[in-house]
């Protein structure tokens, strides 16, 4: 079935500690995002990129890395894990990077930093 | 600022009709999207306005008002399914999308 996976689906990190979140697409759209999401507020973007080779920042970026080597793979990195970063992560994909295409979302990863 | 303001909870019952309103004050304007929520679940879309007027698609509808920075989701004939949350999004001039925090409804029998 064609959508976004995401890994892990949950998990539980140590502060200080790295953290990759996994995310592929099989549809081949140009564009991938990733969002916080957390309780009482809207979806935040934390990095998209428009194309494979080019990312950029979000409204939330500070404390998170990405990288875009291929169409398909767009991994979210923490590289010290801080307790304000406890959230649910989605990963999102659309055809074209114009913002008026329909996001597709993966299922999330619930992170919870103690 | 741009801001996305929708209510936070609104009850209906099964079978009646529901308007989830949402206004919204963006830097520029290029659509507005509405997306469904199940609890626990990963956000799905359900429409976009671009242009004012009254999309139909189903039993979902959704209207949208430029002058007035205004859209509202219509669901009708509602079933118990329908309990999720709504999110609104509005495109920006950078095509970057600002969400509200969504409206979570509840169906009752």
């Known amino acids: 079935i064609a959508g976004i996976t995401q890994a892990p689906t949950s998990q539980i990190l140590a502060a200080g500690r790295r953290m990759t979140l996994r995310c592929t697409q099989d549809?081949?759209?140009?564009?991938m995002y990733w969002y916080r999401q957390d309780l009482g507020l809207g979806l935040r973007l934390i990095h998209y990129?428009?194309?494979?080779?080019?990312?950029g920042k979000g409204e939330v970026p500070d404390g998170y890395s990405v990288s875009r080597a291929n169409t398909d793979d767009f991994p979210l990195t923490l590289a010290s894990a801080v307790p304000s970063q406890t959230s649910v992560y989605f990963c999102?994909?659309?055809?074209?990077?114009?913002?008026?295409?329909?996001?597709?979302f993966g299922n999330g990863t619930r992170l919870t930093v103690t | 600022g741009q801001n996305i303001d929708q209510p936070t909870e609104m009850t209906a019952t099964e079978g009646a009709i529901v308007q989830i309103n949402c206004t919204y004050q963006?830097?520029?304007?290029?659509?507005l999207f509405w997306y469904q929520q199940h609890a626990g679940e990963a956000p799905t879309f359900l429409s976009y306005?671009?242009l004012d007027g009254l999309e139909e698609k189903g039993r979902f509808s959704s209207f949208l008002s430029r002058s007035k920075g205004y859209s509202y989701l219509l669901l009708k004939e509602l079933q118990m399914k329908d309990s999720a949350s709504y999110l609104c999004?509005?495109?920006?001039?950078?095509?970057?999308?600002?969400w509200g925090a969504g409206t979570k409804l509840i169906i009752k029998p």
């Open positions: 963006t830097s520029g304007f290029n659509g």
């Open positions: 990129s428009n194309t494979a080779g080019t990312t």
């Open positions: 999102a994909s659309s055809e074209g990077g114009d913002g008026n295409s329909p996001l597709h």
């Open positions: 306005n671009v």
């Open positions: 549809m081949r759209h140009n564009a």
């Open positions: 999004a509005s495109s920006d001039s950078n095509y970057q999308l600002i």
